[in-house]
């Protein structure tokens, strides 16, 4: 009988240990998300039917709606009758088999042109990032070390301007004076007019190019996406800078710090392994948000390069009364945040044992 309560002791320890705190972080984070994608899709598809208008109208025309039959045929296709908790439900079901609903204004699935759309967006906001988040940190950081001195006024100026310039006029500025002026970058649109879209692989046309083995399909869909990028760019080096600085600056004065430099390392040493690693947190938190808004806020850049992304759909969607485009962007540019912020979760969480032990 004293054996068999010694044989069960360790079983309960090892069912209490099946579960580690990172995995129990993860789950409590993933069903977090869960949640708030519910509450996506009820604030998305409560919006949408609160907006002015008449979307029979806006779908049939003037002409058919004016016809009792077409309109009865349509509210009953639609489900147009039933209760709005009935319509969202049906909406729920249907979300959750991928169907979106058709688009009134292109007459395609809002899922198929998502996905066209969606990707396009992507690709210059990872773009945008990227290059942002390399001249951020230099820039920040040599801010951080020259603190007071001519080196870091300079940056600080730098840094006002990306935030106070208007995107939308930043990015006429550039396609007159680039395109129109100089010459020397390339039209509008995601590639030139002489070339076909590589094959669908990924959606982004570069890496599908690649991987098609196209370097002239390469090198254009790299050329077109300079100046959008280049534009979306300015904003964020502006904002990041200025909070990698002030993040650096509050590292530089610990304790640790200062130890690593009184023990004689080199001052690149100090910077990566010690000074950069102590501020990634902060800084992870500000480049997630500053992705999804460069994911859900390229309307006017967009508009202005012909950039068939997200923001242009949005915009043609919104226009047109089109609501199942309508819903199905918000539904997106929701999602879009959820993914942000729950990769940001997960890295904090790897990062930092505090986070995930809290």
């Given amino acids: 009988m004293t054996l068999d309560k010694t044989d069960a002791r360790p079983s309960r320890r090892s069912s209490r240990k099946a579960t580690s705190p ?99 967006t992507i690709e210059i906001a990872i773009g945008a990032i990227l290059v942002s988040l390399v001249v951020s940190v230099a820039l920040g950081t040599l801010a951080a070390y020259r603190r007071g001195l001519v080196t870091d006024q300079v940056v600080r100026v730098v840094s006002l301007i990306g935030l106070s310039v208007p995107t939308f006029w930043l990015a006429l500025v550039a396609f007159n004076l680039f395109f129109l002026q100089l010459g020397i970058a390339p039209g509008s649109g995601r590639l030139s007019p002489q070339l076909s879209p590589p094959p669908t692989v990924t959606g982004f046309y570069t890496l599908d190019f690649l991987l098609n083995g196209d370097s002239v399909g390469f090198v254009d869909a790299m050329a077109h996406l300079a100046l959008p990028v280049f534009v979306l760019s300015l904003f964020t080096v502006g904002l990041l800078t200025r909070f990698i600085r ?110 995930r032990l809290g």
Avoid: C, H
Wanted: glycine content about 12%; hydrophobic content about 50%.
């Fill in 22 to 120: 990172l995995a129990s972080y993860l789950l409590r984070r993933l069903g977090t998300s869960v949640l708030l994608l519910l509450g996506v899709t009820i604030v998305t598809f409560a919006l949408t039917n609160l907006v002015p208008g008449d979307p029979i109208t806006a779908a049939l025309g003037e002409g058919a709606s004016n016809n009792p039959a077409t309109v009865a045929a349509y509210v009953e296709r639609y489900g147009l009758d039933q209760p709005l908790p009935v319509q969202y439900l049906t909406y729920l079901g249907n979300l959750l088999q991928g169907d979106l609903g058709r688009s009134l204004t292109t007459g395609r699935a809002v899922t198929a042109d998502l996905a066209v759309a969606v990707p396009a």
């Fill in 246 to 355: 002030t993040s650096v600056l509050e590292v530089l004065d610990q304790d640790y710090v200062r130890a690593a430099r009184a023990k004689g390392l080199s001052g690149t040493r100090v910077v990566l392994d010690y000074v950069l690693r102590g501020a990634s947190l902060p800084i992870l938190t500000v480049v997630g948000i500053a992705f999804g808004s460069l994911l859900s806020g390229t309307v006017l850049v967009e508009a202005v390069f012909a950039w068939p992304g997200l923001g242009t759909y949005a915009y043609n969607s919104a226009t047109s009364l089109d609501l199942p485009g309508v819903m199905g962007v918000g539904l997106v540019v929701g999602v879009i945040y959820l993914l942000v912020n729950f990769v940001v979760d997960l890295l904090y969480g790897f990062l930092d044992p505090r986070v």
